[in-house]
C-alpha cells in the first residue's frame, strides 16, 4: 500500500507547489465558497396564540435536572403573559435588562451565573425583542464554548454548537429570530457571533405578543426590516433568493406604514411575516451602508435606532473618536461590499466615511 502510494505522494507533492494548481484548487475553492450554504432555523411556528404551545415544543427537549431558562425582555415584568411562561421543575426566569444593546460582558455573566448555578441547562428561550433573542442566542452558545463571548465576534469562530435555542419574538422588524448572528458590543468592537451554531433551533412567531408594543417602538423597530429590504435590495450580492424575500418584505412594511390608517391585528400579523422575510432577505445577501456607518455611532456614543432623528452628534468629537468609528464600520467589510462593490476600499475612504460622520 505504502509503496504504490508513495510515488504518487510525490507527484502529489511536486503538483502542490506549482503555482498554476496552487491557484486552480484556490479558484475552485473561491467558486465553492461563491455560494452561500445557508444554515436556517430548524423548526418555525406562526400564528396568533401559538405562544400556547410553548409546552408541548419544548417538552422534548427537556433533559433530567436541566432547566429550561426563559431569557425575558424586561419590559414584562409583572406582565399577566409571564404566567403562560410554561415552568417546569427547576425551570428560570430571567429578566433580560435591555436598557443597552447587549454586551459581551452581559452574555458572559449570564452564562457564568448558569454554569454555576446548574452546570447546564436544557435550553435558553429568548423571549422579547432584538436584544433579548441576540443576547439568548449568545448565552446559548457561550453554555458550550469557553472563554469571553468577545473571543467570538466575527465570522465562523464559534467552535461548538450551543445548548437548545429558542427565540419568541416580542416587536417586529430586526430579524434577529432568523439570522446566523447575534449583535455584541465588546471591548474592542461591536460585532455579532456569526456561525452555522447560531441561528435558533426553534422559533414562535405569536403577533399577539406584539400587540402592546408603544407605537414609536414599533415603527422604528418596523424601520429595521423596511432598511434590510432597500439594503438587500439595493445590494451587490442580490440574488433572487434574496430578492423574493426582500420584495415580499418591502411589500408588507409598505402595505402596513403606508396604507393603513390604523394599527390593528392585521398590521402586527404582516409585521412579523415582513420581519422574517426581511431577516431571510439579508441572511442570503447583506445590510449595507446605513448598517455599517450604524455600527461605529452605536459602539462609540451608544447611538440605538430611533425615530427622533438626533443632530450634531458627532460634533466636538476628537480625531482619535473619528477613528474608532471608522475603524469600527470599515471592519465590517461584507456589507461594504455588498453596498458599493468589489471596489469598495476605493470608494470609501477612511476620508470620505469621516466626512460623513462629521455631518451627523
Ligand atoms: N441578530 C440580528 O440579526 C439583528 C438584526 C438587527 C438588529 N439586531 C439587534 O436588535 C436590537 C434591537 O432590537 P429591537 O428593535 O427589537 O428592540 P429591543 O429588543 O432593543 O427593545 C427595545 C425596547 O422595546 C421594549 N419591548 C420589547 N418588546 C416589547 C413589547 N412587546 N411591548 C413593549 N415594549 C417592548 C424593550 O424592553 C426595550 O425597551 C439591537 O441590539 C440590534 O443590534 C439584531
Ligand atoms: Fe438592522
Not at 29 to 38: G, I, R, S, V
Not at 247 to 272: I, P, T
Request: contains cysteine.
Amino acid at each position: 500500500m505504502a509503496l504504490l502510494t508513495a510515488p504518487f505522494y510525490t507527484l502529489f507533492k511536486k503538483a502542490e507547489s506549482n503555482f498554476a494548481i496552487q491557484n486552480f484548487t484556490f479558484a475552485k475553492k473561491l467558486f465553492m465558497a461563491q455560494f452561500k450554504n445557508f444554515k436556517m432555523v430548524s423548526y418555525v411556528v406562526y400564528g396568533r396564540g401559538s405562544f400556547n404551545q410553548l409546552n408541548e415544543i419544548l417538552e422534548p427537549q427537556r433533559k433530567t435536572g436541566a432547566p429550561m431558562i426563559f431569557l425575558v425582555d424586561h419590559f414584562f415584568q409583572k406582565k399577566p403573559m409571564l404566567n403562560r411562561i410554561p415552568l417546569r421543575n427547576n425551570d428560570k426566569i430571567i429578566f433580560a435588562d435591555v436598557s443597552y444593546e447587549p454586551k459581551t460582558s452581559y452574555v458572559d455573566a449570564i452564562s457564568k451565573q448558569l454554569k454555576d448555578e446548574f452546570g447546564t441547562v436544557s435550553g435558553i428561550i429568548g423571549i422579547g425583542g432584538g436584544s433579548t433573542m441576540d443576547l439568548a442566542k449568545a448565552v446559548s452558545l457561550m453554555m458550550n464554548n469557553p472563554g469571553s463571548s468577545a473571543d467570538y465576534q466575527g465570522w465562523d469562530l464559534v467552535k461548538n454548537p450551543g445548548v437548545y435555542k429558542a427565540g419568541i419574538p416580542t416587536l417586529s422588524g430586526t430579524g434577529a429570530e432568523v439570522s446566523r448572528t447575534c449583535v455584541l458590543t465588546g471591548p474592542t468592537k461591536k460585532l455579532g457571533m456569526n456561525s452555522d451554531f447560531t441561528p435558533f433551533d426553534q422559533i414562535v412567531l405569536d403577533p399577539e405578543l406584539a400587540a402592546n408594543a408603544p407605537v414609536n417602538q414599533r415603527f422604528y423597530t418596523g424601520m429595521d426590516c423596511y432598511i434590510h429590504c432597500i439594503e438587500s435590495l439595493q445590494g451587490t450580492y442580490l440574488n433572487e433568493f434574496s430578492k423574493s424575500y426582500g420584495e415580499k418584505a418591502l411589500e408588507l412594511c409598505r402595505y402596513v406604514f403606508l396604507e393603513k390608517e390604523n394599527w390593528d391585528n392585521e398590521c402586527d400579523d404582516k409585521l412579523m411575516m415582513a420581519s422574517y422575510a426581511g431577516g431571510m432577505s439579508i441572511a442570503y445577501s447583506q445590510v449595507g451602508v446605513a448598517h455599517a456607518v450604524s455600527y461605529g455611532l452605536s459602539y462609540l456614543l451608544g447611538t440605538r435606532h430611533g425615530i427622533d432623528i438626533p443632530q450634531g452628534i458627532c460634533k466636538g468629537l476628537s480625531d482619535e473618536q473619528f477613528d474608532i468609528m471608522i475603524n469600527v464600520s470599515l471592519g465590517m467589510k461584507p456589507l461594504w461590499e455588498n453596498a458599493v462593490g468589489k471596489d469598495w476600499e476605493k470608494i470609501m475612504t477612511r476620508e470620505k466615511l469621516r466626512r460623513l460622520y462629521e455631518k451627523l
